[in-house]
């Protein structure tokens, strides 16, 4: 042993309690180490989430609440005085919105005839038919135009002596006023609405055809199941989800998207039979000067939708069960 050293086999006194207390230590610095990027990452979600809320809350959430509040102010010399459920009561008594809400029925009516058109369009282009790539182009385009152009175009080929009408007294059908018949009018309104807007449902439906396993169309072919029998048993059940959103989104834009063609095409009329909540909203806000009433209205119109929301999907996800 070297003199006047210690012995390289001999730990001085105290250095394994120094080593214990340095791993423990390092230990803890481990675990609060842990501890933090654990609670980062819970809270990673809610900071990434915060501004969507942030501005839901402050552009949509908020001025719905004003807006409600609004509605049980008065208008003209009783701007902003509370008067209850007067403005409620005044449209329960108007023609005109019982007729807008009437017509709110024949747009939920006529809703599974707006989604099954692009649906079938997009089956029939899924299933590459010839010139699949060109109707694809042809379909979308009309989403791209203005409702107002869009009106103006069929204001001119729907007139009482447009070509249409043309074309239908040449056959030796006699002339329709398309625009002009009470009867008539909203359907014709409604339809070129679906005309112009189906192509974004189409383009929604192709990409949940892309989620669609190809093998079950391949067994159905094998099976011989016919067209008719691939879509309702195999494709239909496969895009549940699809046409949940597709029902929902059509739904909300045939109540809040009608407004340009209703005022380009009928301004209303017929004797008001073309009348829609929002075409009401805007005729009591900007016409009438009934803001306060017009709230009222807007209130009415979003329970209607979100009512209407929830009872398809209801309906959509228990056909969805029993499929």
Do not use: C
């Not at 915060?50 to 208008?75: C, E, K, M, Q, Y």
């Not at 009348?275 to 009438?288: D, K, R, T």
Request: glycine share 10%.
């Amino acid at each position: 042993m070297p003199i006047g050293g210690p012995s390289p086999l001999v730990r001085p006194a105290g250095s394994g309690r120094a080593d214990a207390a340095t791993v423990k230590h390092r230990g803890r610095r481990r675990d609060a180490r842990t501890t933090r990027g654990a609670r980062a990452e819970r809270l990673a979600p809610y900071v990434l989430v915060a501004p969507a809320v942030l501005i839901i809350v402050v552009l949509r959430l908020w001025p719905l609440v004003l807006g409600v509040n609004f509605s049980f102010t008065g208008d003209g010399e009783l701007n902003g005085t509370p008067v209850g459920l007067s403005n409620y009561l005044e449209l329960a008594g108007d023609p005109l919105f019982r007729t807008a809400l009437r017509n709110v029925g024949l747009l939920v009516l006529l809703l599974p005839v707006a989604v099954a058109i692009p649906g079938l369009l997009a089956t029939f282009i899924y299933l590459r038919v010839p010139g699949h790539r060109v109707y694809r182009s042809v379909y979308f385009f009309p989403a791209v135009l203005s409702p107002v152009i869009v009106g103006a175009i069929f204001n001119l080929m729907l007139g009482f002596d447009g070509p249409l009408n043309a074309v239908l007294g040449a056959i030796g059908v006699g002339p329709v006023d398309w625009l002009g018949d009470p009867g008539i009018a909203m359907f014709t309104v409604v339809g070129v609405h679906i005309w112009a807007t189906f192509g974004m449902a189409l383009v929604v439906f192709l990409a949940g055809f892309s989620t669609l396993d190809a093998s079950l169309l391949d067994a159905a072919r094998v099976d011989g199941a016919s067209l008719r029998q691939t879509i309702w048993h195999v494709i239909i059940p496969s895009l549940t989800r699809t046409i949940q959103f597709v029902f929902v989104t059509t739904m909300i834009g045939m109540l809040t998207s009608m407004f340009g063609l209703l005022f380009v095409m009928t301004s209303g009329g017929p004797e008001g039979e073309t009348y829609l909540p929002e075409y009401y909203i805007w005729h009591q806000q900007g016409q009438m000067n009934q803001p306060a009433l017009a709230s009222a209205a807007s209130t009415v119109l979003f329970v209607v939708m979100l009512v209407v929301g929830l009872l398809q999907i209801t309906v959509l996800r228990r056909a969805g069960r029993q499929d």
